[in-house]
């Protein structure tokens, strides 16, 4: 797979100083978490699907928008679906609310698979990672593309 297909997490100093405040918060009720963190995702995949990338990007998470700038993001999103395009269903395959992924700074995060039609009759799994931004809610920090095996 090549790196333009790869859109990984990104951070930022400033965004692990912030997340690391947040992350000191009270127990989740993670069945809830699951199911807004779940929306938050879907709200921000159908900006994707439909083109709008400048504000799946306005849109993203904090952390998001300081790792990676708009034209950036634009760019990366573009190259990692493209191979794929057009998207159709999508069916959640896997969902877990996490404090400590890889690669990110200390917060609340769900990650969330998708098994994902796509063109040709294929699937591929796209990897959403929503976490918790503050008072903006749940945003979206990280997205992956591939194909599936």
């Given at each position: 797979?090549?790196?333009?297909?790869?859109?990984?997490?990104?951070?930022?100093?400033p965004?692990?100083?912030?997340?690391?405040?947040?992350?000191?918060?009270?127990?989740?009720?993670?069945?809830?978490?699951?199911?807004?963190?779940?929306?938050?995702?879907?709200?921000?995949l159908a900006?994707?699907?439909?083109?709008?990338?400048?504000?799946?990007?306005?849109?993203?998470?904090?952390?998001?928008?300081?790792?990676?700038?708009?034209?950036?993001?634009?760019?990366?999103?573009?190259?990692?679906?493209?191979?794929?395009?057009?998207?159709?269903?999508?069916?959640?395959?896997?969902?877990?609310?996490?404090?400590?992924?890889?690669?990110?700074?200390?917060?609340?995060?769900?990650?969330?698979?998708?098994?994902?039609?796509?063109?040709?009759?294929?699937?591929?799994?796209?990897?959403?990672?929503?976490?918790?931004?503050?008072?903006?809610?749940?945003?979206?920090?990280?997205?992956?593309?591939?194909?599936?095996?």
């Amino acid at each position: 797979m090549t790196a333009p297909s790869r859109i990984a997490f990104v951070t930022s100093l400033p965004v692990a100083l912030l997340a690391a405040s947040l992350a000191g918060q009270a127990s989740v009720d993670t069945a809830a978490t699951l199911r807004t963190a779940d929306t938050a995702a879907h709200t921000w995949l159908a900006l994707v699907d439909k083109g709008e990338l400048a504000k799946s990007w306005d849109e993203g998470a904090l952390v998001l928008q300081l790792g990676v700038t708009e034209t950036k993001w634009e760019q990366l999103v573009r190259s990692a679906r493209a191979p794929f395009e057009p998207f159709g269903a999508r069916h959640q395959i896997m969902a877990r609310y996490a404090t400590d992924p890889p690669n990110t700074p200390p917060g609340q995060y769900v990650l969330l698979q998708y098994q994902t039609d796509v063109s040709g009759g294929r699937h591929v799994v796209e990897t959403v990672t929503p976490t918790f931004d503050g008072k903006r809610g749940w945003r979206v920090s990280g997205y992956y593309v591939r194909l599936e095996q």
